[in-house]
C-alpha cells in the first residue's frame, strides 16, 4: 500500500486509540443496564431462537416488550463484544421505580468488566464513522475538508458522551456518517445506497426519515438510466431495507404483521406514558409547541452541555462520576452561550451556502440537494414527533452539523491560503 494512503489510516487509528481509553470514563446511564440485559438475545439466538418469535403469551413478556420497542443493533453488537470478551449479560433488568442501591442490589448495575466490555463493543465504531468523514469530505471538497470534519467529529461534546456508552448512539452515529458518504460518493448500487439507511433504522428508528433521502438517491444517482431502471434499482432498495430489517429483528420471523402492529402499539404508549410522566413531575420541560422544540433541539445541539441524564432519577448518584468526567475541559468544549452561538453560525453558513449553489444548479449538484434533504428531514421530525427533553435523540444531526461546519471552514482554509500565496 502507499505510504501516503496509510497515513491518513494511522491518524483516525490514533485518534480511535484516545477516544478508547476515555470509554470508562463516562458517568453511567441506567438505560445501559437495559441495553446489556437484552443483549442476552444473542444467545438466545443460537440456542433458542423461537423464544425471540412474537407472541400473544410470550414466556418473558418484558423482554418481548423491549423487541419491540427498541431498535436491535445495539444489543446485537453487545451481544456479539460479550461473547468475544466471555462475559455474562445483565440478569435481570434495571428498574427505574427503585433507588440506585436497590438495582444494585438486585443485580441491575454492570460490573466495570461487563460495563467496559459492552461499551467498547459498539465504541469501536467510532473509527469507522472518522473513516466516513474523511472520505465523504474529500469527495466534496478534498482534503481539507475531509480532515476538518474529523477534528470536528473528535471534540464534539456530545459525540464523546452519547457514543461512549452501551447505547443507541454509537451505531447510530457511524450508520448516518455512511449515510453521508454514500450520498457523497452518488452511489448508484441499490445495495450499497440501502445498506447504512437499512442499519441507521435498525439503530434507531429515529432515523426512519433518511430512507426517503436514499430511495430518492437510488432514483437520481444512476444518470443517463431509463426510468424503468431507476424505478428498479429505488424497489431493490425499499426491498433490502425492509429485509435486513426484517433479518434484524427475530421478533417478526414468525409473524411480521402481527409483530409491526404490536410495535406501533408498544411505542405508542410508551411515548404517551413518557410524555405524561414528564408533564407530572416537570411540567415545563415538555416542549409542546414547534417553536418550542425547534429552540429546543438547537439548545441541545450546540449549547447545552453533555446530558448526563434524561430525568433527575439518579443525578446524586451519579454527581462524583460527572465532576470526575467533566474535569477533562475535552469533554464540554465549546458547551456555552458563546461557543454555541459560534458553532451554529457556522454550521449555518455553511447549509445556506449550500442551499444557495444547490438552488443554483440542482442538476450539477445533486449529492448537495441530497444532503441537505437528509439534514432536513430528522430536524423537522424532532420538531414534529419529539417533545421530549432528551438530548442524545439529537444525536442523529451531529454529522450533518458538522459536515456543514466543515465545508464553510474548508471554503475559508483556501480563501486564507489564497491570499497569503498571493
Known amino acids: 500500500m502507499n505510504v501516503k494512503k496509510l497515513w491518513p489510516i494511522l491518524i483516525l487509528l490514533g485518534i480511535t486509540v484516545i477516544y478508547l481509553l476515555g470509554t470508562s470514563a463516562v458517568p453511567f446511564h441506567p438505560d445501559e443496564a437495559t441495553q446489556i440485559y437484552m443483549s442476552a438475545d444473542w444467545e438466545t439466538l443460537f440456542h433458542h431462537p423461537g423464544d425471540l418469535f412474537y407472541s400473544l403469551t410470550p414466556a418473558d413478556p418484558v423482554r418481548q416488550n423491549y423487541r419491540l420497542l427498541d431498535a436491535p443493533l445495539t444489543r446485537w453488537l453487545i451481544g456479539a463484544g460479550r461473547s468475544l470478551a466471555g462475559v455474562a449479560a445483565l440478569p435481570v433488568d434495571w428498574d427505574w421505580s427503585k433507588p440506585w442501591q436497590q438495582n444494585e442490589q438486585a443485580g441491575a448495575l454492570p460490573g466495570n468488566t461487563l460495563l467496559l466490555v459492552s461499551r467498547l463493543s459498539v465504541a469501536w465504531l467510532f473509527g469507522i464513522s472518522l473513516w466516513f468523514i474523511y472520505r465523504a469530505g474529500c469527495i466534496l471538497k478534498g482534503p481539507w475538508m475531509g480532515w476538518t470534519g474529523v477534528a470536528l467529529a473528535a471534540l464534539n461534546a456530545l459525540v464523546l458522551m452519547h457514543t461512549r456508552r452501551a447505547m443507541a448512539e454509537s451505531a447510530l452515529f457511524c450508520a448516518v456518517c455512511w449515510v453521508i458518504y454514500v450520498l457523497a460518493k452518488k452511489e448508484t448500487h441499490p445495495i450499497l445506497l440501502a445498506l447504512p439507511a437499512a442499519l441507521a433504522v435498525n439503530a434507531k428508528q429515529t432515523a426512519a426519515g433518511l430512507v426517503l433521502v436514499v430511495l430518492l438517491a437510488a432514483w437520481i444517482y444512476p444518470q443517463g438510466l431509463a426510468w424503468p431502471k431507476r424505478l428498479r434499482n429505488t424497489c431493490l432498495c425499499a426491498i433490502f431495507i425492509l429485509l435486513a430489517t426484517y433479518l434484524l429483528n427475530p421478533v417478526a420471523w414468525k409473524a411480521p404483521l402481527s409483530a409491526a402492529r404490536a410495535a406501533v402499539e408498544v411505542r405508542s404508549e410508551l411515548a404517551t406514558r413518557q410524555i405524561e410522566t414528564l408533564a407530572a413531575v416537570s411540567p415545563e420541560r415538555v416542549m409542546r409547541t414547534p417553536v418550542q422544540r425547534a429552540t429546543g433541539w438547537l439548545g441541545y445541539l450546540f449549547f447545552t452541555p453533555p446530558a448526563t441524564a434524561d430525568v433527575a432519577n439518579y443525578v446524586t448518584d451519579t454527581q462524583t462520576a460527572e465532576a470526575n468526567y467533566f474535569s477533562n475541559p475535552l469533554n464540554n468544549l ?79 482554509i483556501r480563501i486564507f491560503i489564497k491570499n497569503r500565496e498571493a
Open 334 to 412: 465549546l458547551r456555552s452561550v458563546a461557543g454555541g452561538m459560534v458553532l451554529l453560525a457556522i454550521s449555518l453558513a455553511g447549509f445556506l451556502l449550500a442551499g444557495f449553489r444547490t438552488l443554483r444548479n440542482i442538476r450539477e449538484q445533486p449529492s448537495l440537494g441530497l444532503l441537505l434533504a437528509a439534514t432536513l428531514i430528522p430536524f423537522f421530525s424532532l420538531i414534529l414527533f419529539i417533545p421530549l427533553p432528551f438530548q442524545r435523540y439529537g444525536i442523529i444531526l451531529v454529522p450533518f452539523v458538522n459536515l456543514w461546519m466543515a465545508a464553510i471552514l474548508t471554503e475559508l
